[in-house]
């Protein structure tokens, strides 16, 4: 049974910076998704097999940053320069095919963690 265990949701100030990290049992491509009330759930980032690739949606380019630790099996989402509108709850998630690119569909990946919520206060 594969199993992702995030951490590091919080509360923080607009302009703030928090750090999401996502241990996976095993190595996968992996990528955090996030879902705000009434919204559905998006793509946040993404990143690789081999950590070379990676992938941001629009909303949050040059402010979060998607990195990996393979010895751990773990990966981050550092989060900064944050906005009420990133509030959400962040879902990591692990897809098991080997790829050397990003996965961006949530329907590619295989497994989820169980999410951690992250509030922006304006």
């Known amino acids: 049974q594969v199993q992702l265990v995030e951490s590091g949701g919080g509360l923080v100030q607009a302009g703030g910076s928090l750090r999401l990290s996502c241990a996976a049992s095993r190595h996968y491509a992996m990528g955090w998704f996030r879902q705000a009330p009434g919204k559905e759930r998006e793509i946040v980032a993404a990143i690789s097999w081999s950590g070379v690739n990676t992938y941001y949606a629009d909303s949050v380019k040059g402010r979060f940053t998607i990195s990996r630790d393979n010895a751990k099996n773990t990966v981050y989402l550092h989060m900064s320069s944050l906005k009420a509108e990133d509030t959400a709850v962040y879902y990591c998630?692990?897809?098991?095919?080997?790829?050397?690119?990003?996965?961006?569909?949530?329907?590619?990946?295989?497994?989820w963690g169980q999410g951690t919520q992250v509030t922006v206060s304006s």
């Open positions: 998630a692990a897809d098991s095919t080997y790829t050397p690119h990003p996965t961006v569909r949530d329907l590619e990946y295989d497994y």
